[in-house]
């Protein structure tokens, strides 16, 4: 069992490095938390809410054209691992009826449930990338969004999108790192 153990993990390891750690997703994340950071300086819940719903389908596609420049090919990068991405993303889709009703009756929870709610495949993407980044993401990001929430919720429009992108460039940046630091383990002969 150990012998298969480690080839799934090195099959795990080598999925992170051949997708460069699909890094410009967070980046392509954070610069749409950026954005509702600055909305949430000039819209009241309701519109921010719509807004932040409205253009959180662009993180993908921004995230594809992010690609080669950070020289994360995670649409190329092949693997038997890549299904659990998928199934992933299908699950935090999963959650639009929970976003919709609280922008509907409390928009000014809207940030924290969408901080959380989109946060929720981390974990799963991270197990498939053999990444701890996207574990301490995940349960950072809960923290201090919930943190925020409760704490301050007079600057929450503002202040939970802030934090969340500042999270998402840290993992970009750990996710960097650990896709290279794959590369070469799986570069060592032996």
């Not at 795990?12 to 460069?20: D, L």
């Not at 190329?76 to 999963?94: E, M, W």
Request: glycine fraction near 8%; charged fraction near 10%; hydrophobic fraction near 55%.
């Amino acid at each position: 069992m150990t012998d298969l153990s480690t080839q799934f993990l090195n099959e795990r390891r080598r999925y992170s490095a051949a997708a460069g750690g699909g890094v410009s997703l967070p980046v392509a994340g954070a610069v749409y938390w950026a954005g509702l950071a600055i909305a949430g300086l000039y819209m009241e819940p309701t519109q921010w809410a719509y807004t932040a719903a409205m253009f959180s389908g662009a993180i993908f596609p921004l995230g594809v054209l992010l690609q080669g420049m950070f020289k994360s090919p995670f649409m190329k990068a092949k693997s038997p691992l890549s299904g659990v991405t998928t199934a992933a993303i299908v699950a935090i889709n999963l959650l639009w009826p929970v976003h919709m009703i609280v922008i509907w009756t409390a928009p000014q929870a809207a940030p924290l449930t969408l901080a959380i709610g989109m946060a929720l495949h981390w974990p799963i993407i991270g197990w498939g990338y053999a990444s701890r980044v996207c574990l301490i993401h995940a349960i950072v990001r809960v923290a201090a969004v919930t943190a925020i929430f409760f704490g301050l919720p007079e600057i929450s429009l503002v202040a939970i999108p802030m934090v969340v992108s500042g999270l998402y460039l840290l993992a970009a940046a750990g996710l960097s790192w650990e896709s290279n630091r794959f590369r070469r383990m799986l570069a060592m002969p032996g």
